[in-house]
C-alpha cells in the first residue's frame, strides 16, 4: 500500500496586507500596555489572562504583518505565531469575562439571584473555557503542519470542536448574565443602593463584549467548516472584521470600563467579622447579614424607598463612582 499523497500546503487563501496587519499591531499593542498598566497599579491579577490576550493578539497580527512582507514567499514561523495567537487569544479574554461575573454578585450580596451557585460559576465556566483552549490550540498546531489531506481534516475537525465547546459555553454564560440581571432588577439587594460604582453598566459592558466574543467565535466556526474553496477563507477582509476587529472592541470596552472601577471592595463585601457583621472598605460596619444567612430582596415600592433614603444620607459604600 502506498503512503497518502502529500498535498501542497498554503499558508494563505489571500494575500495578507503588510499595511492593515500593522494597524492591528498598533491597536493591540495600546491595549496591551493600557491593559498592563491597569493591572499593575490596581493590582487586578485576576485579569492577568485578558492582558495577555491583548498580548497574543498584538504579536499575532506582528506574525501575519511579516507573513504579508513576505508575498508570495510565506515562511511557517510568522504564520504559526498568527495562527496560535490570533485563534487562542479570545479564549483568555473569555475566561477573563467569567471571573468579573462571580466577583461582580459577591459585590452585590446577590449569590441567592445566581442560577448557577457562586462558588461554582467561575470554576464551571473557566474549566469549559481551558478545554476549549487546548483543543483549539491542539487543532491549530495539526492544521500548520499538515502535509495530507487527511491531516488537515483532522486539524480542521479538531478546531471545530474547540471552537463548539467555547461558543456552548459562552452562550450558556450569557443566559447566566440576563437571568441574574433581570433577577436583581426585579429583586435587588441593599446592597446595590449603597454601592456608588456603576454596576449597572458594567453588566451592560459584559453583555456587549459577550455578544462580540460569540460572534467572532461562530464566524471562525463557519469559515473552518466552510472549508478553503469558500469566501470566508480566501478574502482577509472577512477575518480583519470580523475576528481582528471586533477583539479590539473587547479590548477597548474592558479598558474603558475595567473591573477596578467597579470590583473594589468585593473582597471586603463578602468578608464578615467577629461579630457576624459585614464591614466596608473604609472599615465601618454595615448592616447586612452575613454571608449563608438568608439575605433580604427588596420590592419595588420598598427598592424605591430605598433609593430615596440612600441619596439622603451616609451609608457604607463599596466600589467608587466615575
Sequence with gaps: MSD??????????????????SVFVVLFGITAIGHTIQLIRKKTWYFIPFTIACYFEAIGYVGRALNASQTPDWTFGPFLMQALLILLGPALYAASVYMVLGRLIRLLDAHHLSIVRTNWLTKIFVAGDVVSFLVQGAGGGILSNAKTKKDQDLGNAVLLVGLAVQVVFFGLFIITTVLFHIRIIKKPTQRSFSITAPWRQFILALYASSVLILIRSIFRMIEYGAGSDSVLQQSEAYLLALDGALMFLVAVIFLWYHPHKILVGYKDASGTDNEGGYHSRDGSRGEILPMGAPTRTLSARDARAAKRANEGTTAPQYGYAN
Excluded at 500546503?9 to 492593515?20: I, K, L, Q, T
Design 4 to 21: 497518502e499523497p502529500k498535498i501542497k500546503h498554503r499558508y494563505y487563501y489571500f494575500d495578507p496586507s503588510v499595511a492593515a496587519n
